[in-house]
């Protein structure tokens, strides 16, 4: 049974940095793909960040690139989103996903993904 388990959100003012972390566990393949999404309030999910089982290939959505670093910590599953220089529009749930194994822009589209954790809020404030 795939478990994912998202932590780390929180209200932040704007310009600080928070660090979400998603464990994940249960897979049967290690040919998997690990994904952040977000969900704006009347929205749809977007991507944020996706990487590579194992830490590489890392894609991020344009309005997060070099603000935003997914990372791996292979040793215990979890994947990281170290958000920086967050801005009120960074406002959503996010949410961690694993998926089968994609490719370019598909890491980032949420109906490839399989398995969802529960979300974590973040909120920055002006």
């Known amino acids: 049974q795939v478990q994912v388990v998202e932590s780390g959100g929180g209200s932040v003012q704007a310009g600080g940095s928070l660090r979400l972390s998603c464990a994940n566990s249960?897979?049967?393949?290690?040919?998997?793909?690990i994904g952040w999404f977000r969900q704006h309030p009347g929205k749809g999910r977007e991507g944020v960040a996706a990487?590579?089982?194992?830490?590489?290939?890392?894609v991020y959505a344009d309005s997060v690139k070099g603000r935003f670093t997914i990372s791996q910590d292979n040793a215990n599953n979890t994947v990281y989103l170290q958000m920086n220089s967050l801005k009120p529009e960074d406002t959503a749930m996010y949410y961690c996903a694993v998926g089968p194994w994609l490719y370019g822009s598909e890491r980032l589209s949420p109906e490839k993904y399989n398995d969802w954790g529960q979300g974590t809020q973040v909120t920055v404030s002006s």
């Open positions: 990487i590579y089982n194992g830490g590489s290939g890392p």
């Open positions: 249960g897979y049967t393949s290690i040919w998997k793909v």
